[in-house]
């Protein structure tokens, strides 16, 4: 059976055991709309006291990231306390037969890709150059918050709302093609490497509609993210020795 069939087959299971039907993605935006302000007041607040360079620059991003996610884990558990929702069954399990050598395969793809798209974003728009060769550098302090927010925090909290919540909300809406399409459109405008990060977001669809658990988007995304700071750690400057 197509993978689509098998997403088609989930959705439209009766609400009780269907776990996503009672997540209302605008009971969401509603939390959301609240926690942003309050989260990017805050991140300038970090940003303008924080004196490791250039981790000052990312204090905005790093904060709105970690805010966001803990608004996200307090509607979760709002909702499930409403609703008796059990949130392990979110994840789900993947299916039998899944390889998962499919995932480092997947994410070795998706990194191929993003250096080009990186190459075009930075020809055209000087201000992501800038970016690209600031993000270099900041010792481990800054090493040890990106690997907390990049390779646990991102890869769960943006995997349940994009691939989970967005997904199925908008796929039984309009079709599994719309529900695959408009979050990995809206993930990849979240992010600086639009392109390779909308393409990503299709890739990540792709893989849980086939796979049929997060816990398989969840595990390529942290992978993803780990390679990019392992990266990172290998660029920066090494202190020198007195």
């Not at 849980?208 to 750690?233: D, R």
Request: glycine share 8%; with cysteine; net charge positive.
């Amino acid at each position: 059976m197509a993978p689509q069939c098998h997403l088609r087959r989930r959705l439209d299971r009766p609400s009780s055991t269907n776990p996503f039907a009672s997540l209302r993605a605008r009971s969401l935006l509603v939390w959301l709309a609240v926690a942003v302000p309050i989260a990017i007041v805050t991140g300038l607040i970090v940003m303008a006291y924080t004196e490791i360079e250039p981790f000052a620059s990312e204090g905005l991003m790093v904060t709105v990231e970690l805010w966001l996610a803990g608004t996200f884990v307090a509607w979760l558990a709002f909702v499930a306390g409403r609703h008796r929702l059990n949130l392990l069954q979110l994840f789900g399990s993947p299916s039998k037969g899944f390889n998962w050598w499919t995932v480092p395969v997947v994410v070795a793809a998706s990194m191929a890709f993003s250096p080009g798209s990186g190459l075009v974003l930075a020809y055209y728009l000087p201000w992501y150059r800038e970016y690209v060769a600031l993000t270099n550098g900041g010792g481990p302090p800054r090493l040890a918050v990106l690997m907390v927010t990049l390779v646990v925090v991102a890869p769960v909290f943006e995997e349940l709302l994009f691939r989970g919540i967005l997904l199925h909300r908008l796929a039984h809406r309009w079709s599994v093609a719309g529900g695959v399409l408009a979050p990995s459109i809206v993930f990849g405008a979240l992010h600086l490497d639009i392109v390779g990060a909308t393409v990503f977001g299709i890739v990540m669809c792709v893989l849980y509609v086939h796979a049929g658990s997060l816990l398989v988007p969840i595990a390529a995304h942290a992978l993803n993210n780990l390679v990019s700071v392992l990266l990172i750690a290998a660029a920066s400057p090494r202190p020198s020795r007195p």
